[in-house]
């Protein structure tokens, strides 16, 4: 009867916690209205077939063409309709991540993992962009890797190689993707190793192996090549790609290789002080835990009483857990999902490797992938909070095997109180200790990025005011249904007004209010809608500002945020550039206040 009570009650938890994660986002979706990062991409989509602007980059070219697919096929509500859109990625992302390991760990600590996930992913960047399509085609391509390895199909292979290969063009920089034909070489290598064949056979099969997944990342790859230089033509195909060794080569740069490395390695310093703080405190409660559990429950059984430990542990974890993550800087739940992963996933897959192959090519999938959205993205650390689903259930899924084992072995070696008390007297701390360390570490791994997440979620809104303070709507059809705070709205609305009678310019934004091309039918002056315009070297920003004042062909020029601290000018040489030209004899101040200042040509 309690049995059935437990099962009912799980059942209850599991659907409630399902119906959460599909639902928790939908008052948030038409929350925030970013000026910076997001009107870049929207820009990108408003003229993707327009091919008189070449703002479309071969760095997320497909992802642009399904955003640009969605904001041509509404006559207006196009921003809403892209939330709505970034919003079913993410939530199909973690439904996938939660079928893809059902069988492996328990229902609810899962789909709060996934859950945790979705809180960071959808939060980041509410508006669809290539971040959260590259999250799902990644999971797919994972899910398919793993079915191919486990019923050993080639054709499921080339599958793989293709899909990541084809993601790689959504995010370009996660060509690195590719990487996990390292799966292919350790699942066959060691699957031949058991069958106990040579080392050299070995490595012939998985080396054989991981030339299906060779081709398929050709196929997808030429797929690929093919479609993005009919879409951006051959020359600009091939200037993106010289442009990637051209970008942040340096320290100096924000996307550098430097920065993103340097990045990765504090982000995981902190991480792993933040597991060995929090380990030393897990450690600590259990020691006291089974201190009592060996002086106070004396007279009761010794599974019953051990559980009884388990369960008040986990729940005091689970409290302290909560007020750290709602206390906690949102970097900080980042660092400890990505190092837990890379950390305790390569213990798995190193354990798991004699005893089931299959999850052993799963950790290693987690623990790479992990790697790859950190140094294989140029934005390193901040990086973790679009994905954290599958790194975070992997973690838990680990610790709970590990308990789950360690309980399975030791009941075999006593049965009765008497054997237990033999068993004690020669491992009284370590296997009790050890099965306990583990579930409260578990039980914290789940609770205090979940407590994070929905601090995160219900607060943050990327470039925006606070959630509380999204109250008020702005005029252009684009982002009808949007709210932003009033002052914004205030902002944008002008904007779209001291333009309207410009719009036969063209318009050279700089800065962190980038949303002039969005709300008016100017098109951007230069082959970059970034508000740092990162991606235009300084040569071609020369060479397209002196042909445009030597042809006359001028344009309205809009410096964002001028007084304020957020500005985000990496490359201040182009800003003075721009300040200059508009202090020029050419131009004249149409207007100035702490967020933006507008020149516009002489007339």
Not at 151 to 160: A, E, G, Q
Not at 185 to 201: A, N, R
């Amino acid at each position: 009867m309690k049995k059935d009570m437990l099962t009912k009650g799980e059942k209850i938890v599991t659907y409630a916690l399902f119906v959460i994660l599909i639902i928790w986002f939908l008052p948030y979706i038409n929350k925030g209205i970013d000026v910076q990062d997001t009107c870049s991409y929207l820009t990108k989509y408003r003229y993707l077939f327009d091919k008189s602007v070449k703002v479309n980059e071969l760095f997320y070219l497909f992802g642009e063409v399904v955003g640009g697919i969605i904001f041509h096929i509404m006559p207006g509500y196009q921003v809403l309709a892209l939330n709505i859109a970034s919003w079913l990625c993410y939530t199909a992302t973690a439904i996938l991540i939660y079928l893809f390991l059902k069988d492996y760990m328990p229902r609810i600590p899962l789909l709060a993992c996934v859950l945790v996930g979705s809180f960071f992913g959808i939060t980041w960047v509410h508006c669809l962009n290539w971040n959260a399509i590259s999250m799902l085609l990644q999971t797919i391509g994972i899910m398919v890797l793993i079915k191919a390895l486990r019923i050993d199909s080639n054709k499921l292979i080339v599958v793989t190689g293709i899909l990541f290969a084809v993601n790689t063009f959504v995010r370009l920089p996660n060509i690195l993707q590719l990487g996990l034909v390292v799966v292919v070489f350790w699942h066959y290598s060691f699957t031949e190793l058991h069958k106990k064949q040579t080392l050299l056979l070995c490595v012939k099969k998985a080396i054989s192996k991981c030339l299906w997944m060779v081709l398929g990342g050709a196929i997808g790859g030429v797929f690929s090549i093919l479609l993005s230089i009919g879409i951006l033509g051959f020359d600009k195909f091939i200037d993106d790609i010289l442009m990637l060794t051209a970008v942040g080569g340096g320290d100096d740069s924000s996307h550098g290789l430097v920065r993103i490395i340097s990045l990765f390695y504090r982000g995981m310093l902190r991480g792993a002080g933040n597991w060995l703080k929090i380990g030393s405190v897990l450690l600590l409660l259990a020691v006291v835990a089974i201190i009592i559990d060996n002086s106070v429950f004396v007279k009761m059984k010794a599974i019953l009483k051990f559980r009884i430990i388990c369960v008040l542990g986990a729940i005091i974890t689970c409290i302290l857990a909560f007020f750290m993550g709602i206390n906690a800087d949102y970097l900080d739940a980042h660092v400890f999902v990505a190092f837990g992963a890379i950390a305790i996933g390569s213990i798995g897959a190193l354990y798991y490797v004699k005893k089931d192959i299959i999850f052993s090519d799963m950790c290693l999938s987690t623990v790479i992938v992990e790697g790859i959205l950190t140094i294989g993205t140029d934005t390193g650390v901040a990086y973790y909070r679009v994905y954290m689903g599958l790194p975070l259930a992997f973690t838990v899924c680990i610790l709970i095997r590990f308990a789950k084992e360690l309980v399975s072995r030791d009941n075999k070696e006593y049965k009765t109180l008497s054997e237990l008390k033999k068993f004690q007297k020669k491992k009284k701390w370590l296997v009790p200790c050890a099965i306990l360390l583990l579930i409260l570490s578990a039980s914290f791994s789940v609770v205090y990025p979940l407590s994070a997440g929905y601090h995160y979620a219900t607060t943050f809104v990327y470039h925006d005011s606070d959630n509380e303070f999204l109250v008020q709507g702005i005029k252009a059809k684009e982002f009808a249904g949007i709210k932003t705070s009033v002052e914004r709205a205030e902002l944008i609305d002008r904007l779209q007004e001291l333009l309207l009678p410009y719009e036969e310019y063209e318009l050279l934004q700089l800065g962190s209010f980038n949303i002039g091309c969005v709300i008016t039918d100017m098109k951007p002056f230069f082959d970059s809608s970034w508000p740092d315009l990162e991606y235009l070297t300084m040569d071609r920003f020369h060479t397209q500002l002196e042909q445009g004042i030597k042809e006359g062909d001028l344009p309205v020029i809009v410096l964002g945020d001028m007084k304020g601290d957020k500005s985000g000018f990496w490359n201040k040489e182009k800003y003075q550039i721009a300040v200059s030209l508009g202090e020029s004899e050419l131009y004249q101040k149409l207007y100035e206040d702490q967020w933006y200042v507008i020149y516009v040509p002489n007339r």
